[in-house]
């Protein structure tokens, strides 16, 4: 047997109904607002093809008219921009936020296992550093193994005594083998206890630590980003009031002319 | 014996001060020429006219009265013209009517009182 239907259920029409889909999941922006402004610029990109389709200007006139072209696009560009920020700060206030509440519990994360990890890379270079010693003497006891074998195997066969010749053979065959093992690279690294973590090894980095500064420029001196360094220095000293250009050596001065 | 100063002469300062900015201008002494000047802060520019009316006797050639400054602002007779001398920008001749078709044919030149926008329409060639 059905239950029953309540008055409610009968008059309480569907959700979806009552609100479009997609209701609750409002655009970041203003469409009309932008839309506006896209009219505005579409307009002025139409003005500034017919503009550069004149490809030189020739009078005052036009000099005067195209400088106040410019002073529109830059007052457009800064009426949108504006308009951008203002769209644009809920997000971001709201990024913040989630930032705020979130970084410091990432923090305290990462700084606790950054104060750990130092504690395991020590332990591993200790561990590693005995049985770096352990394995040393095990490939010397082993190698020593191999050269008795060796001479007890010249004796037999000195001897012609075949059951010593073959032990000996085989006697060596083992110590060289134990020595090759004893020679095998020392593990560095630190498993898991449980089968889920990553395993933890340590790894050497190398930097160079300059010495004599003059001595690693002239090296680098054709350096592409070597010279770009020397042409930033010398440009801003170019352009500084109080220095003395003339004082720099080995450049030239160029001029660029540009509408500002 | 008073002879009607040339159109060089009435035109002297207005040269002097097209490629000089820095001449002295006498408050009380309007000079003859083509200028521009704006009614309100960045409002559009509007061509101004000085000029000098001369009663010339035609038997002597000398002044019949005294020279009259006359000033036209937009093509309308202003009679303040000391009011707004020291707001005036010299232009040349050209320049001035230039401003004229300019007025005519830039929408946002049309009204004196209010400050232009470039960023509402664009100017065009």
Redesign the interface.
């Known amino acids: 047997m059905n239950a029953p239907i309540t008055p409610d259920e009968k008059i309480k029409p569907k959700q979806a109904e009552l609100a479009g889909l997609g209701h609750n999941n409002p655009p970041p922006f203003s469409q009309e607002k932008l839309a506006g402004f896209v009219e505005?610029v579409t307009?002025?990109m139409?003005?500034?093809k017919?503009?550069l389709d004149?490809k030189q200007i020739e009078t005052?006139?036009?000099a005067e008219?195209?400088t106040?072209?410019i002073?529109?696009?830059?007052?457009?560009y800064?009426?949108v921009d504006t308009a951008r920020k203002a769209e644009k700060k809920p997000h971001d206030d709201a990024g913040k936020a989630v930032q705020a509440a979130y970084t410091p519990q990432l923090d305290k994360l990462k700084t606790a296992a950054d104060k750990l990890k130092p504690l395991i890379a020590s332990y591993i270079d200790k561990k590693a550093k005995a049985e770096e010693e352990k394995k040393r003497k095990e490939e010397a006891e082993a190698r020593e193994k191999a050269r008795l074998a060796e001479e007890a195997a010249k004796k037999a066969e000195e001897e012609n005594d075949v059951g010593a010749l073959v032990e000996a053979e085989a006697a060596k065959k083992a110590a060289e083998k134990e020595a090759k093992k004893a020679s095998a690279p020392v593990k560095k690294s630190v498993g898991s206890a449980t089968g889920a973590g990553r395993t933890i090894s340590t790894r050497k980095s190398r930097h160079a630590v300059v010495e004599n500064p003059l001595q690693v420029f002239m090296y680098y001196r054709d350096h592409p980003d070597v010279i770009d360094v020397l042409t930033r220095l010398a440009t801003a000293d170019v352009r500084a009031k109080d220095v003395d250009e003339t004082k720099i050596p080995g450049i030239s001065i160029a001029e660029k002319v540009s509408a500002a | 014996m008073r002879y009607a100063r040339s159109i060089e002469e009435l035109h002297q300062w207005h040269q002097e001060a097209l490629s000089n900015p820095d001449i002295e201008r006498h408050e009380i002494e309007p000079q003859c020429g083509w200028y521009k000047m704006r009614r309100v802060k960045l409002g559009p520019w509007v061509p101004v006219l000085i000029t000098v009316e001369q009663d010339i006797d035609p038997d002597t050639g000398q002044l019949a009265d005294d020279e009259r400054m006359r000033c036209e602002v937009d093509g309308i007779n202003e009679d303040k013209i000391e009011e707004i001398w020291s707001h005036l920008k010299p232009i040349s001749e050209a320049?001035f009517h230039?401003l004229f078709e300019?007025r005519r044919s830039i929408p946002a030149m049309k009204d004196d009182y209010t400050p232009i926008?470039?960023?509402?329409?664009?100017?065009?060639?």
């Open positions: 505005r307009e002025f139409k003005a500034n017919a503009w004149l005052d006139d036009h008219k195209a106040d072209m002073a529109g696009l830059r007052g457009l800064k009426e | 320049a230039q300019n926008n470039l960023a509402l329409t664009p100017i065009t060639p």
